[in-house]
């Protein structure tokens, strides 16, 4: 079930088969380097998210350049991560049942793992198979600082969570889970300054009351692309888990600077390769790219190359392009650059990166957390 | 990057880790043999699309109960398809492009291959590559009937091109690809019986005509699951091409029957096995299948076992599921069925199909083609 690269090193761009996953290595480094520049220096470590690339080159990439580690959503991206060579992984995110909970403790055995929980039942799991396992587990408490999905409340909830992991015999309490999710899209500079000011708030709330009561956090952890800089210098959060900043999207594209113009700090770095498979008439062509090679749950993607033509539906394995001029040059065979809509579903539906520089393929990375979901 | 099964043979449900897929292996064999029966004693053979299941257990399946072979939209399915034990194949779509058109050719020298065109370019590189290997490939011409998406008018532009795949020394014209897409979802029995009621004046139209410049129709062929009925009773369309009858989904589900009531010719048969992760408050819960286990392209699941539960948003590894009542039986480690709002791209996302009847696992399926973009 692995599928075959789209690409042989050295191949000109023009000849990847279609649809792939492309990279643009120089604006991809350019990426990676300023966000490790930004906090260089500071006492906030980056731990970048790993369900954005699911690629362990990529996160030992963003460690070469002072990464702590890598944040993983599920045991499987993590088991793919320590596997790839990345010793130091948070699943930012309950581990709920049994199977995944040995699986978890077995992989805590052969690198430094950290988990989340939100349920005091579920830390006596957490407890029992550390237990069985013989470690000591160290535990974040997730709070829900307004993203309204998982987590407990700031405050008293928080604390007699974190009491609860700091009395469980095999467990060690870590610190907080505060990831304000529903901050990130927000479009005004000012809305997602706002946004995590409170975050910032009940984080530094539940902070103090759990050092009242002698419980410190090695971990305040959250952020993502689109807000870390607030997170950053908050003196409250510690660990960043930015994650598309490495690629960008369309949807991140919208978000706003704090002058009101389109928010640039980051590029776009990743693309679908598309060829132009029919071209019926003067209205549209349609390229090879459609539901199965790009996910549109955050809007459709852009054609990067040519402004005036408008990817405009999806179906399963077919995109319709929208010319809007009859001379807009888009033949079949052509191939086309798309900005995917919404960056990490896309990457979940290719096993291969094609990493390119000066239009010449460069590098052919497996992403090895394709498809690992449980 | 091969994932491993979610089960083991003989595993009760509950066992079975998540996210996984489940075909409910009675309801599914009932769909099978539903279609099976409807065109059974009839001049209309099935072809059911595999761009549906992307598993040749299933294509062979469908071929042990009486269809002709299998459809695919792309080179890569029909690779696995015909290496998984399929020998007539279908490719219900243009293939552009000199390494895809070299692969199909070399597939057509080991299995009975059809392949679309709408271009006469791409005829003359079909020829092209045919004359290198050395096979005499059939080419349909494909129509547009009403989809607006790929395929040259009806009529004379049919003609025309049929005539340019006549005269090509290495191919042979083989017929039409006729289908009508859009019609598959329109929700009324009469909107449905009147766009394929267009389609077929349309497909009758240019068969006379071709008829009258001695060219025949090998195969006449289209239809899906939404309105297979009307193109089987054509006496026009020879082929039957649909797919999602096997599973459905929330979309389909949606469909009507002629008397206005709910269209339930087929069964749901196919599920997201998912587990509740969290239940922060009396509202929702959180359980472990969002953007990455199914596809909200047309819409979001919907929970099968507990009606009063909605599935309301989805984020990359979450699904928040609103209780609508504090009283509704969903807990952390619960395992929930969902069932998909579309199925083709959601089968996309799985490596193993979890096949169980009377809640025991009894298959393992590999989905040989998912992730067959290319």
Known sequence: MTTRPPADIGMALEEVDTPALLIDLDAF????????????GSSVRLRPHAKTHKCAVIARRQMALGAVGACCQKVGEAEAMVYGGVSNVLVSNQVVGAAKLKRLAALAQQAQIYVCADDAGNVGDLNEVAAAYKI????LVEIDVGAN???????????????????????RFAGLQAYQG????????????????????????????????????????????????FEAASHVYNELQAGSYIFMDVDYGKN???????????????FVYATVMSR????????????????????????????QAEYASASDEHGKVLLHDPDTPVRIGDKLR?????????????????????????????IVARGAGH
Chains 1, 2 share one sequence.
């Open 29 to 40: 480094e350019r990426n990676l380097q300023h966000l490790a520049a930004a906090v260089a």
């Open 136 to 139: 000591e587990l160290p535990v």
């Open 149 to 171: 999905r998982c987590g407990v409340q700031p405050g008293e909830s928080a604390l007699s969570l974190a009491q609860h992991i700091d009395q469980a015999p095999c467990l």
């Open 182 to 229: 529903r901050a990130q899209h927000l479009r005004s500079f000012e809305e997602r300054r706002q946004a995590i000011g409170q975050a910032v708030e009940q984080v530094q709330h539940t902070t103090n009351l759990m050092s009242q009561h002698g419980l410190e956090c090695e971990l305040v952890t959250g952020a993502g692309s689109g807000t870390y800089s």
């Open 256 to 270: 706003l600077a704090a002058d009101g113009t389109p928010w640039r700090e980051f590029e776009h770095s990743l």
């Open 280 to 307: 019926p008439n003067n209205e549209w062509a349609v390229v090879d790219a459609g539901l199965k090679a790009l996910s549109v749950d955050s809007g459709l993607p852009q054609v990067a190359d040519v402004p």
């Open 338 to 366: 798309l900005i995917p809509g919404h960056c990490d579903p896309t990457v979940n539906l290719y096993d291969w990166y094609v990493g390119l520089r000066n239009n010449r393929v460069e590098a052919l990375w497996p």
